[in-house]
């Protein structure tokens, strides 16, 4: 059964250390996204990458980091740089940058705390 | 600079009765737009899309209504039912411009819809 897998659902992290979010596809999709969910704000981009080995920036890149060296993996890391990382982060993935019109097909989610 | 706009944060409807979900963008190179549905704790899932060469779009109880000039789209559930109560996003994209664009989705603040029974 294809779909996006992200871990952990759910994430406590202590203030000045960085946590990294898991994200996986078995879709064979081409290009992958990171969201972040606020209260009233909507969904958020952070990264995106539209090929392996390449990705770009989003409107709230300050504080992330990502990496893709495998095509169905796109992990997050939460730098302590991120002044407010408490939220609810969201994967995506889309068949090919030209296939948006499909929607993406997102992960179910992780709930990052700062505590 | 909020691109996507939905203005209004929760809506609540009466079982059977339509609900109207609205959304306003201001960049005009939009050509895509997209309606999804979340549930706490979830992911969103694909509702339905417009491409900005149609003004209207239907899929069973769904309908999204385009107005290019008024930069305006709207949702349409009829009937609606408790099931459908979730956070609606509405979501916008650069689909035939290329460059570096390509691909992305602008979201909306999103639109709690409540079905009462």
């Known amino acids: 059964d294809g779909g996006i897998t992200q871990s952990p659902k759910y994430l406590f992290r202590k203030e000045g250390q960085n946590v990294t979010l898991s994200c996986e596809q078995n879709?064979?999709?081409?290009?992958m996204y990171w969201y972040r969910q606020d209260p009233g704000q909507g969904l958020r981009l952070i990264y995106y990458?539209?090929?392996?080995?390449?990705?770009q920036k989003g409107d709230i890149a300050e504080g992330y980091s990502v990496s893709r060296e495998k095509k169905e993996s796109f992990p997050l890391t939460v730098t302590s740089a991120q002044k407010n990382p408490t939220a609810f982060y969201l994967c995506a993935s889309s068949d090919s940058p030209s296939q948006v019109y499909y929607g993406y097909t997102f992960g179910s989610g992780t709930r990052l705390t700062v505590v | 600079d909020q691109q996507v706009k939905q203005n209004s944060p929760s809506l609540s409807v009466q079982e059977g009765r339509i609900s109207i979900l609205n959304c306003d963008y201001t960049n005009s190179m939009f050509d895509y737009f997209l309606w999804y549905k979340k549930y706490p704790a979830e992911g969103p899932t694909f509702l339905i899309s417009?491409?900005?060469?149609?003004d209207k779009n239907e899929d069973g109880r769904f309908t999204v209504f385009l107005n290019k000039s008024a930069k305006h789209l709207s949702l349409h559930i009829v009937p609606s039912q408790p099931g459908d109560s979730a956070v609606y996003f509405c979501a916008a994209s650069v689909y035939h411009a290329g460059g570096t664009s390509y691909g992305k989705l602008t979201f909306g603040q999103g639109t709690i819809l409540t079905v009462h029974p």
């Open positions: 879709l064979n999709h081409d290009a």
């Open positions: 990458s539209q090929i392996v080995n390449d990705f």
């Open positions: 417009i491409s900005s060469i149609k």
